[in-house]
Structure formats: C-alpha cells, structure tokens
C-alpha cells in the first residue's frame, strides 16, 4: 500500500489490486469441487425422485449421465481458466520459483556427470555461465534487503555466504578478462 499525501489514506497499488485478484480467484478455484459434487448429487436426486425440470425428469440413464459429464467438464473448465488467470496476474507467482528449476537442472548435470558426461565442457560450461557469480550477486542483492529492514542477523549470514561464493568464484571459475580473452582467440 502506498500513502497518498494528499489525502492521508492508503490506496491499492497495482500489485495489491492483482493479489486481491488471484486470492479471490484461489478461494473460487477451492470451491468448484463442492459446487461440482453438490450440483451432482441434487441432480441424481431430483432425477430418481422425478421432481424438478422436465429435462431431468424424463431423461433415461445416459442422459443424466452426460449431464454429469457436464458438470465435470465445466468444472474442469473452470479450474483450467482461473489457474491460468492466477499465472498471469498473481505479482508473486515467480518469486523465487526459477531457484527450484535451477536446483533441478544441477540435479540433471550432477547425473550426466555420473553417467559419463565430459567432465572438462561441464567445467567450462559451469564457468561461462556465470552461475556462481550470479548468486553471489543474489545473495548480496537479499542481504541488502535484509539489513534495509533491520534483520541484521539474516544479513550477515548472507554477506557470509557471499564471502564462501566469491572464493569458489575465484578458483573455478574464469574472471572476466580470462573470458574475454578466450573469446578473443588468446590475444
């Protein structure tokens, strides 16, 4: 929320106004299987007591059951539209999500290394990728952010880790003058 000087009220933000969104479309997400096996069993019911609309009073055994097939796929439907609704606007979707996929491609490397995989273009595939570097510029950046909201102690285990990085950046990964030099043909 951000504090309007004129007024001295808060008003949403886009990001406030997306989270209400993508909550409220969650909460309408919990709710279709209820509706779906309710709206189910009220039309088994009505159908085997013959009371309700004529559609389902006269219909024979494969037309309730279509109908049901009904229910489920607009159930179906409508699942598969709000989860990609809250994909797009939920402004926390991808908070840290691509760590998991990054955990799961070292996973992937660690098992072409044990089934053979050429251990010397792993290496320089690991040192031209600037992964190590590009933590350690992560991990600085969550520091800062943590000693900006006062957690000091979550600050220096971080700034701890960037230290432990910068040394494992040094010894097996090639500094930026030896990157351009290669590329450079050795010159």
């Known amino acids: 929320m951000t504090i309007s000087a004129e007024a001295g009220q808060s008003r949403p933000t886009a990001g406030t106004a997306r989270r209400h969104t993508t909550r409220a479309l969650k909460r309408a997400r919990?709710?279709?299987d209820?509706?779906?096996?309710?709206?189910?069993l009220v039309m088994v019911g009505l159908w085997l007591t013959h009371t309700g609309p004529a559609w389902l009073t006269t219909a024979n055994h494969w037309m309730v059951l279509?109908?049901?097939v009904a229910v489920l796929g607009i159930k179906t439907t409508t699942d598969v539209v709000a989860e990609y609704?809250?994909?797009l606007v939920d402004p926390d979707r991808w908070d840290g999500d691509i760590t998991y996929e990054i955990a799961e491609?070292?996973?992937?490397?660690?098992?072409?290394?044990?089934n053979g995989a050429d251990i010397d273009d792993v290496l320089d595939s690991l040192r031209a990728s600037n992964l190590v570097p590009e933590l350690?510029?992560?991990l600085r950046n969550l520091a800062a952010?943590?000693?900006?909201?006062?957690?000091e102690d979550e600050n220096q285990r971080l700034l701890a880790a960037v230290l432990h990085l910068r040394n494992a950046?040094?010894?097996i990964g090639y500094g930026h003058d030896q990157i351009a030099a290669l590329e450079g043909g050795g010159k």
Not at 34 to 40: K, V
Not at 145 to 151: H, L, V
């Open 145 to 151: 952010e943590y000693a900006a909201r006062g957690d």
């Open 66 to 68: 279509l109908y049901a």
């Open 85 to 87: 609704v809250i994909d």
């Open 169 to 171: 950046d040094q010894n």
């Open 105 to 114: 491609g070292l996973t992937q490397l660690r098992a072409d290394i044990d």
């Open 34 to 40: 209820p509706a779906a096996s309710s709206t189910l």
């Open 30 to 32: 919990r709710l279709t």
């Open 136 to 138: 350690l510029f992560t």
